[in-house]
């Protein structure tokens, strides 16, 4: 039978713009093509210059995603036990009720405190993303949570130093002389930086690479210098002095610019290339050439990851790091500087997502890392939790101390409430199970946190099924509380747009709402990047202006940047800081514990993975096909030593607990360090566990950041141990 | 894991696919491009970009294109100079011997 002379009614087509919602700096603009409702391609956007038409691995398959068979499309309640995945369908109205009725009870019975939210940032958009359950929350009372995952410690660092500034624009890394990439696989984590670095190297710029593992990004660079995870710290101070001994400073900039440089130099005495050698593993030579290399090819960049501030003393690496570019006079052109968050380039309008000014003064804060003990009363709470929400994150496989959170979850006493896309491992505890919207059936506006565009979101198609946005979540659970009465909670999304930025300021110059629907994107009103150095005269957004290597901020104690604590400013972590930088060795190893690095003498370090974000996309098959499944790098001289050989299964321990994971020798790790990629689904896993069973929660020295490559382990063939 | 460049770009192999690659890994070779297997990050912007959609992410190939991805090993392990930037390197001048003798006129 033939179709052939079948009228056929023309498909309409339409093409949206779109933004990646994913926590990655890269904010790729995105067209959607949609054919009779139904999104057929997600593609990159050709008119996005940085992001420049492509997507990466983890989302060029959207798609899969966004129509994955798996998706929850309706509102659910537990009827199996906690963690059996077993739930029946329920209305809206019921789910709403019943989690309104839970909360109201709870917060009789034990005050408002017992309820804590906990998320972070599965989508990133300023309606969707990190505050969007704050205001409510913060009206409720209940306990704030602490979401220090990403770069809190280093945001203290760094604020400490020079402020909160964009730094340097990254589309202006063509112009630098010296790229010094350090603890970022920008290969697998900030893609659309790369092709900036290879034509800066291409005009003759030194790319190096400050990494235990030889990644893509290393290879592909001028020079890679492995380093032992957690001594980071000792290789910027070493820098700093042969810089400051050798006389590669510059004077002038150093003068005008900078605070504190008298005591710096007293204090980087102590940290001698010879000394850094012995702690970090790279030898003499390598380390005075860096640092003289650094100082003196001008316009020199410190691209810095994630990762660095993932040790008992990540903090303190990035104030020395942070201090480095005044003192070679970096900031003087455009390229030249340090980039960690250019996040600080844009306006946004904080106040009006997170509403701190509802929360009761002196509400209790709990750090999500500590949730596993927070659960099984292990930390010591004026008020015990009774109820959770999470949405935007799937604590069970992304925070440390997997057993006890297991544990935790499963109390028949407490109450959960999970607002998902897909059945991870965290929604199977929960007693209420919400259906979330993916990015095509949502509208937001995204800062980025890796360059200078704001980018627009327009919905591509319907919500599947009953799915919500996060925004019209709270809108829905904020009436059944009665907290309609303040119109902060019937926000339409339209009127959050509304109050996403400042757009009164100078950056937002020329941007609209309109104009951002329209174009999906729009660079903020900057110098273009070839002018912009922003500190070539100072104008650090420090209480002095100034670079300060003597920290004025330090007085007021350890501190975490109220945006990822609900806009909250009590109960800061306070402990004293130094106010110069400083060298504060990994905890976890030989000279700090002999007995515990005896026992188990390997570092492991959980780096991102290639093809999921966080625990994102560890579902979808493509991805995990990709991704392969979990896996240990272990170099060939300690797999030898341990008779352990590729593909064979090995269990990695500490006393902390213990994973069954695929061995992979691989001489790209050091000797001593272990790398496991962090993400895969604890429903997925071998013995179902993940590498979060083996990190400790133990915070590093600034901003609550976490330590997890601050950890020991030891490995064992999985046979031999039952054989 | 990696992208492969499959039978439609034999005699065409216009570079337009290796203008796009964000990490310069689709390397020239004499009759075709080839994607390096181990330098490939799996973005899939060079899908979009060739005219003749010969590329495809080698969990997504076709049964009869299947064989491009053993090729395409086989040609990095046969030029091992071949690495580190394709525009560097310029053209290899050489084909993996399957594709040499390849026969135009279209898949049977
Ligand atoms: S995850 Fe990052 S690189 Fe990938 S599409 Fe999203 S923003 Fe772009
Ligand atoms: S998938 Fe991306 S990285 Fe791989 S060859 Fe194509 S463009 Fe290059
Ligand atoms: S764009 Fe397509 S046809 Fe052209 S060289 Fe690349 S793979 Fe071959």
Request: charged fraction near 20%; aromatic fraction near 8%.
């Amino acid at each position: 039978m033939t179709l052939i002379d079948e009228p056929v009614a023309p498909a309409r087509e339409l093409t949206v713009l779109g933004a990646c919602p994913q926590d990655c700096p890269d904010t790729c603009a995105m067209v959607v093509t949609v054919r009779d409702g139904v999104a057929v391609e997600v593609a990159g956007s050709k008119a996005q210059p940085y992001t420049n038409g492509g997507l990466c691995v983890k989302v060029d398959n959207y798609l899969d995603r966004v129509y994955h068979p798996d998706r929850i499309l309706h509102p659910m309640r537990r009827v199996g036990p906690k963690g059996s995945g077993e739930f029946e369908r329920i209305s809206w109205d019921e789910a709403v009720d019943e989690v309104a009725r839970r909360f109201t009870a709870i917060a009789a019975d034990h005050g408002a405190e017992a309820i804590m939210p906990v998320s972070y940032l599965g989508t990133q958009g300023i309606l969707n993303g990190l505050n969007v359950g704050d205001p409510f929350f913060n009206r409720l009372g209940a306990t704030v949570a602490e979401r220090t995952y990403c770069d809190a410690g280093s945001c203290t660092a760094y604020a400490m130093t020079i402020g909160d500034t964009a730094g340097v624009d990254p589309e202006a890394m063509v112009n630098s002389k010296f790229i010094l990439i350090w603890a970022a696989n920008i290969m697998s984590t900030n893609l659309h930086l790369w092709p900036y670095i290879a034509e800066a190297k291409k005009r003759g710029a030194k790319v190096v690479v400050v990494d235990p593992v030889r990644t893509k990004t290393a290879r592909a660079a001028s020079q890679h210098i492995p380093i032992r995870p957690g001594t980071d710290g000792a290789l910027a101070m070493a820098m700093m002095h042969v810089i400051i001994n050798e006389g590669l400073t510059d004077d002038d900039y150093v003068a005008a610019h900078t605070i504190g440089y008298d005591e710096l130099v007293e204090r980087v005495q102590q940290y001698t290339p010879e000394w850094a050698s012995q702690e970090t593993g790279i030898p003499v030579e390598t380390i005075l050439t860096l640092a003289r290399e650094y100082a003196t090819a001008q316009p020199s960049v410190i691209r810095i990851g994630v990762a660095v501030e993932r040790h008992a003393g990540g903090g303190q690496t990035v104030r020395a790091l942070s201090c480095l570019p005044a003192l070679v006079g970096a900031w003087r052109n455009p390229g030249g500087g340090i980039l960690q968050l250019p996040l600080w380039a844009f306006p946004v309008n904080w106040p009006a997502f997170m509403h701190p000014e509802l929360l009761p003064p002196g509400t209790q804060v709990v750090n999500q890392y500590l949730l596993g003990q927070a659960l099984t009363g292990q930390l010591d709470l004026r008020t015990p939790l009774k109820a959770l929400m999470v949405y935007n994150s799937n604590p069970l496989v992304v925070a440390p101390d997997q057993a006890r959170m297991v544990e935790g979850l499963s109390r028949d006493d407490l109450f959960t409430v999970v607002s998902e896309q897909f059945m991870t491992d965290t929604a199977r505890y929960a007693d209420i199970l919400l259906p979330a919207t993916t990015q095509l059936e949502q509208e937001d506006i995204m800062f980025s946190w890796g360059h200078l565009y704001v980018t627009y979101n327009n919905p591509s198609i319907a919500p599947l099924g009953e799915a919500v946005p996060n925004t019209e979540l709270f809108r829905r659970l904020a009436r059944a509380m009665g907290f309609d009465d303040d119109p902060i909670f019937t926000r339409t999304d339209e009127q959050m747009i509304a109050e996403a930025f400042d757009w009164s300021s100078p950056a937002m110059e020329g941007i609209t709402v309109d104009s951002l629907k329209e174009q999906g994107f729009s660079r903020l009103n900057l110098p273009p990047s070839d002018e912009y150095a922003p500190h070539r005269d100072g104008n650090f957004r420090t209480p002095s202006g100034k670079t300060e290597f003597v920290s004025s901020a330090a007085a007021g104690g350890n501190f975490v940047v109220p945006l990822f604590r609900q806009g909250s400013n009590d109960h800061q972590p306070g402990q004293p800081v130094d106010p110069l930088p400083h060298y504060i060795p990994p905890r976890d190893n030989a000279a700090a514990d002999p007995e515990l690095a005896a026992r188990y003498p390997l570092n492991l370090i959980s780096p991102k993975s290639h093809a999921f974000i966080n625990s994102s996309f560890a579902n979808i098959e493509i991805h995990q096909r990709v991704q392969k499944p979990a896996t240990l790098l272990i170099n060939p001289a300690d797999a030898e030593a341990r008779g352990i050989t590729t593909g064979s299964v090995v269990r990695a321990f500490n006393d902390r607990g213990s994973v069954e994971l695929l061995a992979k020798v691989d001489a790209s790790t050091m000797a001593g360090v272990t790398v496991c990629h962090v993400g895969h689904w604890r429903s997925d896993a071998l013995g179902l566990s993940t590498l979060s069973q083996l990190n400790p929660t133990t915070f590093a020295d600034l901003g609550n950041a976490p330590t997890f490559s601050d950890t020991l382990i030891d490995v064992e063939p999985v046979a031999a141990q039952e054989g | 894991m990696a992208y492969v460049i499959t039978e439609a770009c034999i005699d065409a192999a216009d570079k337009a696919c290796r203008e796009e690659c964000p990490v310069d890994c689709i390397y020239e070779g004499d009759r075709m491009l080839y994607i390096h297997p181990d330098e490939c990050v799996d973005c899939g912007k060079c899908v979009t970009a060739c005219p003749n959609g010969a590329i495809s992410s080698e969990y997504k190939l076709a049964a009869e294109d299947e064989r491009f991805r053993d090729i395409a090993v086989e040609f990095f392990d046969a030029f091992p100079d071949a690495n580190g930037g394709a525009e560097d390197l310029g053209p290899v001048g050489a084909d993996h011997p399957t594709v040499a003798a390849w026969e135009t006129g279209g898949r049977t």
